[in-house]
């Protein structure tokens, strides 16, 4: 059955259970603090976790760990081959690796957004933050409340700096995406859902709770703007691409 899957989705689902294993059970946890997406003024990023977020899933060590790289590849199986057979490969790699691309560039424009809201903040209480980014220790001071304050916001720009992206959902969001604009009255059944639904009303739905989860740091650990962007890529080429559906290679 897997060998029917056609080559370029059956080989990034390759890839990603081929460096799960390495990552989790030759090289953990140094493979994920090398190939993980950092937020692109960390001390920890560099320029090919643009890319290489993109094959790395939570630890199997984690709570979910293991579920996170069986949903990404479950849903890439779902709709993937569909795409892949109808743009034809150079199109289906192009949607996949933008799509990844666009969700790694709308969830660090929103990390940049909070960490220069969080710099601002610290500046103004004393500290320099210049250092701290990059890597130095900084001096405390002030009165009781302004430490305090001092921590909270340190803890929260550490969480930028220090939390890293990872996985496919960004690229197979642009996927789901596409699939949703270039058949949008296909029905799929998802789970809590008793009946099939269409997706062209589903994907908005969960276009708008992501943006939801994303601002508003609801998000449990999930990268919910990276899946909108991903998304938003995958709209945009299928749109462009459906006006010229029957003529692709």
Same mark, same amino acid.
């Given at each position: &059955?897997?060998?029917?899957?056609? @080559?370029?989705? #059956?080989?990034? !689902?390759?890839?990603?259970?081929?460096?799960?294993?390495?990552?989790?059970?030759?090289?953990? @946890?140094?493979?994920?603090?090398?190939?993980?997406?950092?937020?692109?003024?960390?001390?920890? $990023? %560099?320029?090919?976790?643009?890319?290489? =977020?993109?094959?790395?899933?939570?630890?199997?060590?984690?709570?979910?760990?293991?579920? =996170?790289?069986?949903?990404?590849?479950?849903?890439? $199986?779902?709709?993937?081959?569909?795409?892949?057979?109808?743009?034809?490969? %150079?199109?289906? !790699?192009?949607?996949?690796? /933008?799509?990844?691309?666009?969700?790694?560039?709308?969830?660090?424009?929103?990390? $940049?957004?909070?960490?220069?809201?969080?710099?601002?903040?610290?500046?103004?209480?004393?500290?320099?933050?210049?250092?701290?980014?990059?890597?130095?220790?900084?001096?405390?001071?002030?009165? /009781?409340?302004?430490?305090?304050?001092?921590?909270?916001?340190?803890?929260?720009?550490?969480?930028?700096?220090?939390?890293? &992206?990872?996985?496919?959902?960004?690229?197979? $969001?642009?996927?789901?995406? /596409?699939?949703?604009?270039?058949?949008?009255?296909?029905?799929?059944?998802? &789970?809590?859902?008793?009946? @099939?639904? %269409?997706?062209?009303?589903?994907? @908005?739905? !969960?276009?708008?709770?992501?943006?939801?989860?994303?601002?508003?740091?609801?998000?449990?650990?999930?990268? =919910?703007?990276? =899946?909108?962007?991903?998304?938003?890529?995958?709209?945009?080429? /299928? #749109?462009?691409?459906? %006006?010229?559906?029957? #003529?692709?290679?």
């Amino acid at each position: &059955m897997f060998n029917n899957i056609p @080559p370029i989705t #059956r080989n990034i !689902i390759i890839i990603n259970i081929v460096v799960y294993l390495i990552a989790n059970f030759l090289y953990y @946890p140094s493979l994920y603090n090398t190939l993980s997406g950092f937020y692109p003024f960390s001390p920890n $990023f %560099k320029s090919w976790q643009i890319i290489t =977020h993109m094959f790395m899933h939570a630890p199997f060590r984690e709570p979910g760990g293991f579920m =996170h790289i069986l949903f990404n590849m479950f849903t890439l $199986f779902s709709f993937g081959p569909v795409l892949e057979q109808v743009l034809g490969e %150079k199109k289906y !790699i192009l949607l996949y690796f /933008a799509s990844g691309l666009g969700s790694f560039f709308l969830f660090n424009l929103w990390n $940049f957004v909070e960490a220069q809201q969080i710099i601002s903040a610290l500046q103004s209480l004393g500290l320099n933050t210049d250092a701290y980014i990059s890597g130095a220790g900084v001096q405390l001071s002030g009165n /009781a409340d302004t430490v305090l304050k001092q921590r909270d916001l340190l803890g929260s720009l550490d969480a930028i700096l220090k939390t890293p &992206m990872m996985g496919a959902s960004g690229a197979i $969001f642009g996927v789901v995406a /596409a699939f949703a604009t270039l058949y949008p009255d296909a029905k799929i059944g998802i &789970m809590f859902i008793p009946v @099939p639904i %269409k997706v062209k009303y589903l994907l @908005p739905i !969960i276009v708008v709770i992501s943006i939801y989860l994303g601002v508003s740091g609801n998000g449990g650990g999930i990268a =919910h703007l990276a =899946h909108v962007g991903g998304a938003l890529v995958g709209w945009l080429l /299928a #749109r462009n691409w459906k %006006k010229h559906l029957y #003529r692709f290679n």
